[in-house]
């Protein structure tokens, strides 16, 4: 698999570039239920639960 199946292209290159310290990987979410995530990633798939933060709703 290559990032060019995940539609990573020379546009995200460049911004990754400019924007992106290098120690984050690159990968997408490929699926996504309620607050759940899938991210695939050259390494594998990963799974993340995110916390609703609307506004107002993250004070500790």
């Known amino acids: 698999m290559s990032l060019e199946d995940f539609g990573y292209n ?9 924007n992106v310290p290098g120690s ?11 607050e759940r995530y899938i ?14 933060y609307k506004k107002g709703n993250n004070k500790k």
């Open 10 to 18: 020379k546009i995200f290159e460049k911004f990754r570039l400019d």
């Open 24 to 34: 984050f990987e690159i990968g997408r979410v490929i699926a996504e239920h309620k």
């Open 39 to 52: 991210v695939k990633t050259l390494k594998g798939e990963f799974g993340k639960i995110m916390k609703n």
